[in-house]
């Protein structure tokens, strides 16, 4: 009996009860599932999320191990600098003095090197040397030496006792030598 009141009421009203409970069960349902496609897109995006999540700080580690080692590397390269500019301070002195005095190293070079000269005409032109000179190029001659010496080194005697063939095979080679 209540429930007839309450459908005769609700027609009054232009809805029949039977109708507005069904259609909000409907709704109710409708609802449902919404909320259900809306919490399974929800954790669907979590996941996803969670995924990027895992994958960026995999990658924030990664840099930063190469930040760390770029760092150590930039501490490395930086004492390496320190060290060069220290050296180049260090010979600073010594390649500002040959460049300063350049000019006096090369008067004292050219000095240096007519004394040298002069020295070496002097000792050559001394009669130690000339005998040192000529005991060494009688060495040479060997056992040609008394012929070349009686005759002149010029001469075919000597040429040909230095060649070791005769004088009429010497002579055959160098028909233009002394004495052929």
């Known amino acids: 009996e209540k429930m007839a009141q309450l459908d005769a009421l ?3 009203r232009g809805v029949p009860m039977m109708a507005a409970v069904s259609s909000s069960g409907l709704r109710r349902q409708a609802a449902q599932h919404d909320y259900e496609d809306s919490m399974q897109g929800l954790k669907s995006s979590e996941a996803e999320l969670q995924e990027t ?10 840099k930063a191990k190469e930040l760390q080692m ?8 930086q004492a390496e600098f320190a060290a060069l500019e220290a050296y180049l301070l260090k010979i600073k002195p ?9 000019e ?8 240096e090197t007519a004394s040298l000269t002069s020295a070496k005409d002097l000792l050559k032109g001394s009669a130690v040397y000339k005998q040192a000179e000529e005991a060494s190029h009688q060495e040479t001659l060997g056992e040609c030496k008394d012929i070349c010496n009686e005759f ?3 001469n075919v005697k000597c040429m040909a006792c230095l060649a070791k063939v ?4 010497y002579c055959a080679g160098h028909p233009a ?3 052929c």
């Open 10 to 12: 609700a027609t009054r």
């Open 53 to 62: 999540l895992v994958n960026l700080k995999a990658t924030l580690a990664e």
């Open 70 to 77: 770029k760092n150590e590397d930039l501490v490395k390269t």
């Open 94 to 102: 010594g390649c500002e003095f040959i460049t300063t005095h350049l």
């Open 104 to 111: 006096m190293r090369q008067g004292a070079r050219t000095k």
């Open 152 to 154: 002149g080194e010029a």
């Open 166 to 169: 005769t004088v009429p095979g």
């Open 177 to 179: 030598a002394e004495g």
